[in-house]
């Protein structure tokens, strides 16, 4: 059983307060909960890996880099949850991904995870460690399977708006506009 993060490892993307809301859930009682980080390393990461050393070295806690796409899907789908806990983000296509595998996402309530989210993720308050644990664990509770069923359809039927097949149409008229000098 583990959370999954997958993002470039750097400060606005908020892995120190999801390592501590995964302490938190495993000082509540879930103890075999892993973490696993998927993504290169950014800036102004020392104090970060640092703080990842210890729980690495019980084999709590994975960074992996350079995951191929066919494992990276299957991580997604087998994640208890998939955690996008940014700070500040631009689109965010790992929830996205991880939507498009059946995985439940939870994340940072940042305007792009709503727009791009819907109420296909469960939120949490970006700057509180107690929220994100209260967020996630209720997420992957057996009590609440009917939920995070439910969560996980919606998931996959959010995500099937950015398809290559939906997008690339939208980006072909919008090429086609600037070129014809219709758009600015």
Avoid at 141 to 164: F, M, S, T, V
Wanted: proline share 4%.
């Amino acid at each position: 059983r583990f959370l999954l993060m997958v993002s470039s490892i750097e400060p606005r993307k908020n892995h120190l307060r999801l390592l501590r809301a995964w302490e938190a859930l495993r000082m509540r009682g879930d103890r075999d909960l892993k973490l696993v980080f998927v993504g290169s390393l950014g800036w102004h990461v020392d104090n970060l890996l640092q703080a990842f050393t210890p729980w690495q070295e019980r084999g709590q806690l994975f960074h992996l880099s350079g995951v191929p796409s066919g494992d990276l899907r299957q991580l997604f789908a087998a994640a208890e949850c998939v955690i996008c806990p940014s700070i500040a983000e631009g689109f965010d296509l790992s929830g996205i991904e991880a939507m498009l595998c059946g995985g439940a996402v939870a994340a940072s309530d940042i305007p792009v995870h709503r727009e791009v989210y819907g109420d296909a993720s469960r939120y949490f308050d970006k700057y509180s460690v107690a929220h994100m644990a209260e967020t996630i664990g209720q997420l992957i509770d057996p009590a609440n399977k009917a939920e995070r069923a439910a969560l996980q359809q919606r998931g996959i039927q959010q995500a099937q708006q950015y398809k290559r097949e939906v997008i690339a149409p939208q980006w072909g008229e919008l090429f086609e506009a600037v070129a014809a000098g219709r758009y600015r």
